[in-house]
């Protein structure tokens, strides 16, 4: 059984939550900022283990949610008869008092590390004052039980006197088990052994604390939320527009270096330009857009965010852009789809045009960054490769034709379509699509809906 254990060497054992198809880029993140160990995944669950200050903990991009861990436990076997069932139910959840008791302390005190980093954060934006030393006064200060917490009692209290703590459980179910108890059941349930084995009491509006359960048939997943807010909603976002956790996941395996010019050619209200300007301070940032009404709402985002002056907005046409052949570091898009903004056949349509535009702004080493329905991603991957040839490169040895983005309407010395093909010397064509060598690929949820995120790098000139 994985338990909170690992608080005896300073270190605590959480989980996060994270959209389908992000775990491994949440992987990556909390082994990266937080130094964790012990990092595992499940879907939609990223467990890890590490002593990192709270402020960073919060600060993470890719999580939805951010929990102690109580315990992750075998799946529930739950025996035939109902009765005998909901027993086996109480007793793997709830387990061991001591556990609980245990995550109580830890969890009051993380809860003040909380509040601790947030008020330095406000703070720190409104008066500009030092992060360290508000951060020590505020954690000094913090309550210990959690009703101190909401009431602002800091006063001892012997055992008689003290407040019982109050709780809801939340819980999210599958398999057999989902549908031996709803979820309403299994709440009721878990939530009376708990009142019985730790004195604690059932409060669903306003409890001190929330307990979240997960069974499925694989797995049994127990912890105590930390964090109301939840990690993926942005205080510098003023309208909302692609996932905050998906356009950061897009941001990351865009290799953005210090400097670098940076575009998305179809920017919306600019999710992805805040979250790579975010990540990288010293990078420049160009969004166009067809539409002013998203352009004036990614300006209001862009003043919102205090990134004036780093982010220029431009209202063109991905199909034209602006800007000198090779003058891009990383072109990085989130390709219109779907009912919100659907341009029924004509984006298939479009997109060789479009990534063929994006390829000749790119400079050779730069990185393009797609996130495109499950149909135009199936149609760069297949249609356009399906006519893959030996690209005439000058630079760098030809990728292996499944991994290069080639025209459909190119076959061996016709010259095709793409009007703006360079004629070499020998007679052949320099196809579009033939510098983009694949780098990754990534099937992420939207919530409504599936996605992927595509990566190529350019690998040499036209
Ligand atoms: C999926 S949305 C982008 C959403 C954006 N990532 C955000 O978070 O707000 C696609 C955007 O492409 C724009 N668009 C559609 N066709 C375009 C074109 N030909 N050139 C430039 N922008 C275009 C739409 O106006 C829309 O804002």
Same mark, same amino acid.
């Given at each position: 059984m994985d338990t909170v254990s690992a608080e005896s060497y300073q270190c605590v054992r959480y989980f996060c939550t994270t959209g389908s198809g992000l775990e491994p880029f949440l992987v990556d993140e909390v082994k990266r900022k937080l130094l964790a160990v012990d990092v595992e995944f499940i879907s939609g669950r990223v467990f890890f283990t590490t002593g990192a200050a709270m402020e960073s903990i919060i600060h993470l991009k890719s999580a939805e949610r951010l929990f102690l861990l109580l315990h992750r436990s075998p799946p529930i076997r739950a025996p035939v008869n109902q009765a005998k069932a909901a027993s086996v139910v109480q007793q793997s959840v709830v387990g061991d008092s001591e556990v609980w008791k245990g995550a109580l302390g830890t969890w009051s005190r993380l809860r003040a590390r909380l509040t601790g980093a947030k008020t330095t954060r406000k703070r720190k934006r409104e008066e500009g004052q030092d992060e360290e030393e508000e951060e020590d006064k505020h954690t000094e200060t913090q309550p210990s039980h959690p009703r101190d917490t909401q009431s602002g009692v800091s006063e001892p209290q012997t055992d008689s006197e003290q407040p019982r703590t109050t709780f809801r459980v939340s819980c999210r179910s599958s398999g057999v088990v989902a549908k031996r108890f709803s979820p309403q059941d299994l709440s009721r349930l878990i939530g009376s052994a708990i009142t019985k084995q730790l004195n604690w009491r059932a409060h669903l509006k306003e409890p001190d604390l929330e307990v979240n359960v997960y069974l499925s048939d694989d797995h049994c997943v127990v912890g105590i939320l930390l #964090? #109301?807010?939840?990690?993926? =909603?942005? #205080?510098?976002? =003023?309208h909302t527009g692609l996932r905050s956790t998906v356009a950061w996941a897009m941001t990351s395996v865009s290799n953005t270096k210090e400097g670098a010019v940076i575009i998305d050619?179809?920017? %919306?209200? %600019?999710t992805i330009l805040l979250e790579a300007a975010q990540e990288c301070p010293n990078a420049c940032f160009f969004g166009l857009d067809s539409d002013v009404g998203q352009l004036q709402k990614a300006a209001e985002n862009v003043e919102y965010a205090q990134l004036t002056g780093r982010v220029q907005l431009l209202q063109a046409s991905a199909m034209g852009i602006p800007l000198p052949s090779g003058s891009v570091d990383v072109v990085i898009c989130d390709v219109p789809f779907g009912r919100k903004f659907s341009c029924g056949s004509s984006m298939a349509t479009a997109l060789p045009d479009i990534v063929k535009e994006m390829e000749r702004v790119l400079c050779v080493g730069g990185s393009l960054v797609l996130l495109l329905s499950l149909q135009l991603s199936t149609l760069l991957k297949k249609k356009i490769v399906k006519d893959a040839l030996p690209c005439p490169a000058t630079t760098a040895a030809p990728s292996p034709a499944s991994d290069t983005l080639l025209s459909s309407e190119t076959n061996a010395g016709v010259t095709h379509t793409h009007g703006e093909n360079a004629q070499l010397s020998d007679g052949l064509t320099l196809r579009p699509f033939c510098s983009l060598h694949t780098h990754s690929i990534h099937k992420v949820s939207l919530g409504n809906t599936d996605a992927v995120i595509h990566t190529y790098t350019k690998t040499h000139g036209h």
């Open positions: #964090s #109301s807010h939840p990690l993926a =909603k942005r #205080s510098y976002i =003023k050619p179809m920017c %919306g209200v %600019g």
